[in-house]
């Protein structure tokens, strides 16, 4: 966690200078750029990490390299997916099939697209000593890597922004951060180095158990990026600039509980099931604890000093991302839920990840465009922040086949957003006077 955390600080600071350097329409083109890659490589993620951490044959070296050579060539078909995207972008905006102020209809994007993605093709090169340093809670060099890859890449950013104020700065850094951090997965993380071979049973168990990855994942990406997806095609990308700067907050803390979903509560769940099953009720509470904790109270602290937190941190042109902050910040109280994706794939029931996932989309795209159609660009952003509401059901009845629910505890976490808000507006009374100053 403390990891993360330092890794979101250098994230911030890069953004606040960035967003001094450059224009608010730059963020936009590059949010569409990144859910292009984040969707192409979503939909070919087999579960290659996951496997790896869960399966029994997860420290053999024959079955790594397998993993290895599976991810090489997962990471040549990203790249190929993502250009093939940004030519028919290209084609259709040329066509006229996009609204001329539309984020799809900037002319660097094709480009941008082709440039950025080419990073998975080196991160296809990751050593897979990153996966089995999961697999044993080996966390704090993991964090290592990726804050050393973070911060080589931001400078990156910031050096070449500020020297040429253009877009391209992310596109170089990106690619030289992902240089960093295979170099580092190979160098730096303890184990034997990989090499490309190939083993047929040991391609059979990665695929076998990554299908449903697969499927969660088609779901997953889809849901987790709709919402540029959509908005990328009825908005200026000044307003997805806005959006996304916005939207980035509520995900550096989303984020922060998502590393723990996956890098922490997934093997120990997997270990406690697996050794302990009685004890996985407890285990569960105690971890949706601390999570409903910080998640629930954020969501009042955002709602009520949205507005406070956006003028502090950037300059007046970038003033209307507070509102958007605000409503945004419903969407905490339900992404604390994702504890309980890592619980089902801990205990052995991925399905149920594509249930859940599948209907989390299809909500996703049914009510953004009738909340836009009906009410406008507000309206979409309170479907964004409450389509997640159509899976509480269902998580209550998986959970109720394991025993796992607790509604007395869902309603007491609730009593933390009154304290969040009202700690929010005291902030933003305490900074008023001084906001100008800043």
Known sequence: MMGYVAGYGLRLVSSLIMTRLLVPEMF???????????????????????????NRRGDQQIFLDTAFTLQVIRGVVIWAACALCAVVIGLAAAEGWF????????????????????????????????????????????????????????????????????????????LVAAVVNVILTHVYLPGPNNRIRMEREAAYELLRFGRWILVSSLFTVLAANGDRILLAGWIDPTTLGLYVLAFNLILMIEGGGGRLFWSVATPAFSKIAAEEPEAIRSAYYRARLSFDVVFVGCAG?????????????????????????QILSFSLLLSRYGLANALFLAIGCPQNLGLINGVKTATLFIAIPVANHFFGFEGALW??????????????????????????????????????????????????????LI
């Open 28 to 54: 936009g083109v590059m949010a569409v750029a990144t859910v292009v890659q984040v969707v192409a490589s979503m939909l070919c993620d087999v579960g290659l990490r996951q496997a790896v951490i869960q």
């Open 99 to 174: 609204a001329i102020d539309s984020v799809y209809a900037a002319q660097q994007l094709p480009a941008i697209i082709i440039a950025m993605s080419f990073s998975s093709v080196i991160l296809g090169f990751q050593s897979t000593k990153s996966m089995t340093s999961d697999r044993h809670l080996n966390q704090r060099q993991l964090a290592i890597v990726e804050l050393a890859s973070q911060a080589v890449g931001l400078a990156i950013a910031i050096i070449i922004g500020y020297m040429t104020r253009s877009i391209w700065s992310f596109v170089i850094s990106t």
């Open 301 to 325: 602290i955002l709602y009520g000093g949205g507005e406070a937190i956006v003028g502090i941190l950037y300059d007046p042109r970038y003033a209307s991302a507070g509102h958007i902050l």
């Open 383 to 436: 479907a964004i922040a409450l389509h997640g509401v159509v899976i509480l059901p269902i998580i209550f009845v998986l959970n109720r086949r394991h025993g796992l629910n607790n509604f007395g505890f869902e309603a007491a976490v609730l009593l933390f957003w009154p304290v969040g808000y009202l700690l929010g507006i005291a902030g933003t009374y305490v900074v008023a006077p001084f906001q100008h």
